[in-house]
């Protein structure tokens, strides 16, 4: 299962899962490593240590790391391990849709969980012949037809791009085996 790792955790183990091969990136997510294992003290700074020198790196603040939007709302609803994270954001794909891009058709069943880093969704429904906006997707929300997703049954909504988009989604077969497997 995943382990509960503490905001500060989440967010190095999504920095440092492989992002970078600068030595200095390397070294200073080791050292954070430290400090929250116990290992430095807290006043202690960051350090890196080559054969000929050694150079005080400041602590990065979280706002400065490089994680993306979308693994910064993921850490936010449930903390992750380092295995189950780089996996689960290893499983979301990558799209920029033009305005109107229609994401689930009335009547379909619902494969995504989408989460839209830029830009606007409309999720609405047909009822007496009106379309009814039930959700309006801003940037950097999670959005679905939930029922049709878990269920496997096809959508009433309907879930269009009103302005050109840039949108992740996981497959609902990704998401169930990634469940599975670290649940």
Known sequence: GSTLLTGLERLICLYS??????????????ACSKRISGELPKSSPLTLESKSQRKDLPLIPSESLFVSPLEKAIANISP??????????NAWKYWSVPKDHFLLREQSISDYIYFIQKGVARIYYYKNEKEITEWIALDQQFF??????FERTPSQLIIQTIEPSVVFGIHHNDFMTLADKYH
């Open 17 to 30: 899962k492989g992002r970078t091969q600068n030595r200095t990136c390397r070294a200073q997510q080791t």
């Open 80 to 89: 992750l391990s380092p295995e189950s994270g780089n996996a689960f954001i």
């Open 144 to 149: 679905l037809s939930i029922t049709s997703f």
